[in-house]
């Protein structure tokens, strides 16, 4: 989200203040530590539909033992070192690890930790600050561009093609990281 929207938003992802002591507040604005009692307060039951079950307040965690939770808590802290530091003053990475560890306890394979680091280098790169080359210190997250492509870690919103038409997706972002001409092209494929 943009600064624009900045305090606007509710629910269960916060409000988007930068006070994330307030970040828990239910449905109807009360502020709690009772994580399942916040979660259950955003329920919204639909005439058609079956209500959703209220969750217990001693719901299970993803993780299906705790040494699940301490090899992927080991495995997903990667993102609080060295590439990615470089970003930490910007982008707090610490809800990217919490999410990580969550998904690694539900499937533990590389495609899912590779995921987390991408979604965390996006952001640091939609705010100006990318994290260049962290793909050399983790080579099992390839970076899947075809043959006549390469990939760039920040690079224009808005690339040149053969038409150089600028009407761009997220030119409010600084840069994006993907699969690009190599330098010196353009592509010059239409789009479908």
Known sequence: MTEAHKGRPCGLCGNYNDDGSDDLSSS???????????????????????????????????????????????????????????????????????????????????????????????ACSHVGYPVREWRDSFPTCADGCEDSFVHRDCISCCPPTCTFEKECLGTNLHCLDGCYCPDGKTNNQMPK
């Open 28 to 122: 109807r604005g009360i502020v709690s530590d009772d994580i399942a009692g916040f979660g259950n307060s955003w329920a919204v039951n639909l005439p058609q539909e079956r209500p959703c079950p209220e969750v217990d307040d001693d719901f299970p965690g993803p993780c299906s033992s705790e040494s699940d939770m301490d090899d992927a808590i080991e495995k997903c802290s990667a993102l609080l070192f060295f590439p990615f530091i470089s970003c930490h003053e910007n982008i707090d990475p610490n809800p990217f690890v919490a999410s990580c560890v969550s998904d690694m306890c539900v499937s533990d394979d590389e495609e899912t930790f590779c995921r987390t680091l991408v979604e965390y280098t996006r």
